[in-house]
C-alpha cells in the first residue's frame, strides 16, 4: 500500500509473492512497472493500481497480507484509513507497518530548538499535513483492530543511527532541509539557516544520539 516506484513490490515477487501495487501517484506507478519490464512476462506481472489510499476501491477482496511503509504518517487519521484498508483481507491476514517516530529528534541539540521542533510536531498534526509521531502509534492501532503484534526496531544509517553521520547522509539531510518547506516557514526567515546549521553540527558530534526511531510492526489476526 502506497507502492511507489516499486522496490519493495519487487523484493515480495522475488520471493514468490502475487503482488498488488497500489498508489495515487502515475508518475511512481510508470516507474514501478518499468522495473518489472524485463524480468517477467504479462502473465506473472505485478498489478499495479492507481487509486486514492484514502478511498480504496479494489474489486478483488481476500488478500493474505499487506505491506506498507513511511505512508501511515502522511494521513492523521490513519486508524480510520486502515479500518478500510482491512475490508480488503482476509480474517487471517498479516499486516506490516514501517513508520518513523520523531523524525527529527537527534541530540545533543540546543534546548530551544527541541522544543521548537516539538511544536512544530504539533503544528503538522493539527493541520493535518503529517503526523511525526506516527511510527509509536502502529503497534496500539493494529491491536485495536485484534492484531497480535510483534514490534521491533529498524536499523536505518540515515535516520536512526548514533555517532557521527557520514558526508553522504549529512548531504541527504540537506536535501531534505531543502525539500521541508513548512519546516523552513515555521521558523522565523533568519533563524531557519541557524537551526540548519545546529542540526548538522549535531549529526556530525562524536556524542550525536538518535531519539528518532523507524519502528516495524508485525501482525497477524488473531
Request: proline share 3%; hydrophobic share 35%; charged share 30%.
Amino acid at each position: 500500500m502506497g507502492c511507489g516506484p516499486g522496490d519493495v513490490s519487487r523484493e515480495l515477487f522475488n520471493r514468490g509473492c502475487v503482488v498488488t501495487g497500489i498508489d495515487n501517484n502515475e508518475e511512481l506507478l510508470s516507474a514501478a512497472k518499468q522495473q518489472f519490464k524485463n524480468i517477467c512476462d504479462d502473465h506473472h506481472y505485478p498489478n499495479f493500481i492507481e487509486q486514492d489510499l484514502r478511498n480504496l476501491q479494489l474489486e478483488l477482496h481476500g488478500y493474505d497480507g499487506l505491506w506498507t511503509s513511511f505512508v501511515g504518517a502522511y494521513f492523521t487519521d490513519f486508524k480510520d484509513i486502515f479500518a478500510n484498508w482491512l475490508k480488503f483481507l482476509k480474517s487471517d491476514a498479516w499486516v506490516c507497518i514501517i513508520e518513523i517516530d520523531r523524525l527529527l529528534d537527534h541530540r545533543p541539540i540546543p534546548e530551544r530548538y527541541s522544543k521548537k521542533i516539538d511544536q512544530f510536531y504539533n503544528d503538522a498534526f493539527q493541520h493535518k499535513r503529517y503526523d511525526f509521531r506516527s511510527g509509536s502509534k502502529s503497534k496500539s492501532i493494529l491491536e485495536e483492530f485484534g492484531f497480535e503484534v510483534n514490534q521491533f526496531d529498524l536499523a536505518d544509517r540515515e535516520l536512526s543511527f548514533n555517532g557521527p553521520a557520514t558526508s553522504d547522509v549529512l548531504i541527504a539531510w540537506k536535501n531534505r532541509f531543502n525539500r521541508m518547506e513548512n519546516l523552513k516557514q515555521f521558523f522565523p526567515e533568519d533563524e531557519f539557516m541557524s537551526f540548519q546549521n545546529e542540526f548538522i553540527r549535531c549529526l556530525s558530534s562524536d556524542a550525536h544520539q538518535s531519539i528518532c526511531k523507524v519502528i516495524c510492526c508485525v501482525g497477524r489476526k488473531r
